[in-house]
């Protein structure tokens, strides 16, 4: 099948990219890349290939050779322009995310919120890990007027998360882990007919999921929805969305 993953030009997140595509490729499906202008390659956020503080909290080495082996590739050097997207001409939408100032550019466009209702509507297989769930929650549903997420369980980069992360590193970082003055988590259950609709998950700091042990992950899938909260839960989310798939 082939699966549409839109990205800014710069600082999207290493392994919430490079997983899905690793394991979605190898099970055989076509990732189709789009960017803004498709003019040139998406970059990842740089620190988490060399480390956000002393060389640590950026992605593991798994993922980071996931990466490199993924720019090499023809499909990513050449991306499509979010512009020129048919929806319908996919048969999956994965929405990765990011934190660092780059993503603006994604989690914030009206072309790329127009492009994601179109593929909504088609009923396929929609995926979204971390701030990528802004996307959806910015994204109204042409009928309603509300998000397209209003009456769907979801989860994302939940609040404690994204703030242990921010007072960690405010002293070296400044606001790098605060992409938006609201939390992600906030902003997601605002769009929500009921805030009890998000799903947090159990609290992990630390520990990911794994080629092999997905103990510490946490997605939630709701219809033709998939949701995760952050890299540790990226293989996972790559499996559970290649099950929809099929």
């Excluded at 720019?71 to 929806?87: F, K, T």
């Excluded at 995926?127 to 994302?156: F, K, N, Q, Y």
């Excluded at 790098?176 to 009921?194: F, N, S």
């Excluded at 952050?230 to 099929?246: C, I, K, S, V």
Aim: charged share 25%.
């Amino acid at each position: 099948m082939r699966i549409l993953f839109p990205l800014p030009d710069r600082d999207f997140d290493v392994t919430e990219v490079a997983v899905p595509h690793r394991l979605l490729s190898d099970a055989g499906h076509e990732v189709v890349f789009a960017t803004e202008r498709g003019d040139h390659p998406p970059e990842a956020d740089p620190l988490l290939l060399t480390g956000v503080l002393f060389g640590q909290l950026g992605a593991d080495a798994e993922p980071k050779e996931f990466y490199r082996r993924m720019v090499g590739e023809a499909a990513y050097r050449r991306p499509l322009r979010w512009a020129d997207v048919e929806p319908e001409d996919h048969d999956g939408l994965l929405l990765p995310g990011g934190h660092a100032p780059g993503m603006r550019q994604y989690l914030g466009s009206a072309v790329l919120r127009e492009k994601v209702a179109r593929f909504w509507a088609t009923g396929r297989p929609v995926g979204a890990i971390c701030h990528g769930v802004l996307v959806l929650a910015r994204t109204p549903d042409p009928a309603t007027g509300r998000s397209i997420l209003a009456d769907r369980r979801t989860t994302c980069l939940p609040k404690y998360m994204e703030r242990s992360a921010y007072y960690l590193t405010a002293w070296r970082r400044g606001r790098y882990y605060r992409t938006y003055p609201a939390y992600v988590q906030d902003e997601v259950t605002a769009c929500l007919d009921d805030p009890a609709q998000f799903q947090r998950g159990p609290v992990q700091l630390t520990r990911r999921g794994t080629a092999t042990d997905d103990r510490p992950a946490f997605v939630v899938q709701d219809g033709s929805y998939l949701s995760a909260r952050w890299p540790g839960d990226a293989y996972l989310f790559a499996r559970r969305f290649n099950d929809m798939l099929r």
